[in-house]
C-alpha cells in the first residue's frame, strides 16, 4: 500500500490518560499535516512539517498536544492527559511540496479517539 | 472571517440520477478551490483542484465549476452510483500549502437504490 497510513485505526482511552498517534506518509512527501474532525465538521489543521522541520504549530489546541517528525519520514502526535473533547478523528495528511499552487494533499484514513 | 458554506447540509437522491451540491466562500486571499470525497469512517480524497482562472473541471462523472466573481462554486454528480453515497468536503486554500485550507461542513449524499 502506498498510501497514507495511520495507525491506530481506533482508540479508547480514559480520561487523564496519554495517547500517542502515528502517522507513515507517502515516501516522497516531504510534507506532513495533522488535522482533527469532529463530528459533522470539516477538518480542523492543527500542525505542519516540512522533511522534519515542524514549520506550524501555533494551531495545536493546548500544550497537551505535541507532535514531532524526527527523521522527516513518519510523524507521531501525542496527546497528554485527555479529555473527553479530545474525542474526534485525528487525520495526517501528506504532500510534495511543488512550488504550486495545486499542491495535492493524500488524507489517511485517520485515527478514531474515544476519550470516556 | 474566512468561511466555507456548503448546502444542502444532505441530500438524498436515487441511483441514476444528478444532482448538485453548492459552496460558497468568503476566504482571502484566494489559491485554489477543491472539492474532496469523504467515505464514512476514512479519510477525504481528492477530487478536482481548481485556480482562480478555470471555471470547470472534470474528474469522470464529477464536475467542478467555479465562479471566482461572485465566490461561489459547484459539484455536479452525473448518473450517480450507489458509490457516490458519501461526505463531499468543498475547501478553500488561502496559500500554496495546506495549512491555509479552509473547509466546508460537507454535504451528505446518499443514493438508493
Known amino acids: 500500500d502506498t498510501g497514507v497510513s495511520q495507525d491506530p485505526r481506533h482508540k479508547i482511552t480514559k480520561r487523564g490518560q496519554n495517547v500517542t498517534f502515528r502517522c507513515d506518509p507517502i515516501?516522497?512527501?516531504?510534507?506532513l499535516y495533522w488535522y482533527r474532525q469532529t463530528l459533522g465538521q470539516g477538518p480542523e489543521f492543527l500542525t505542519y512539517f516540512q522533511n522534519e522541520a515542524q514549520l506550524e504549530k501555533s494551531r495545536l489546541l493546548s500544550d497537551r498536544f505535541s507532535a514531532e517528525r524526527p527523521k522527516g519520514s513518519f510523524s507521531t502526535l501525542e496527546i497528554q492527559r485527555t479529555e473527553q473533547g479530545d474525542s474526534a478523528m485525528y487525520l495526517c495528511?501528506?504532500?510534495?511540496?511543488?512550488?504550486?499552487?495545486?499542491?495535492?494533499?493524500?488524507f489517511g484514513s485517520g485515527t478514531q479517539l474515544s476519550v470516556l | 472571517k474566512n468561511q466555507v458554506e456548503q448546502s444542502p447540509q444532505s441530500l438524498i437522491i436515487l441511483e441514476g440520477k444528478n444532482c448538485t451540491l453548492q459552496?460558497?466562500?468568503?476566504?482571502?486571499?484566494?489559491?485554489?478551490l477543491r472539492w474532496y470525497k469523504q467515505d464514512t469512517g476514512r479519510g477525504p480524497v481528492s477530487l478536482t483542484i481548481m485556480t482562480f482562472s478555470e471555471n470547470t473541471k472534470s474528474n469522470g462523472r464529477y464536475t467542478a465549476t467555479l465562479d471566482a466573481d461572485t465566490k461561489q462554486s459547484s459539484l455536479h454528480i452525473t448518473a450517480s452510483q450507489l458509490s457516490d453515497s458519501a461526505s463531499y468536503i468543498c475547501v478553500v486554500s488561502a496559500d500554496q500549502a495546506g495549512t491555509a485550507l479552509i473547509f466546508g461542513k460537507g454535504t451528505t449524499l446518499s443514493v438508493s437504490s
Open positions: 495528511a501528506s504532500s510534495l511540496a511543488s512550488g504550486t499552487i495545486n499542491e495535492k494533499l493524500f
Open positions: 515516501s516522497e512527501h516531504n510534507r
Open positions: 459552496c460558497n466562500y468568503t476566504v482571502s486571499p484566494f489559491s485554489n
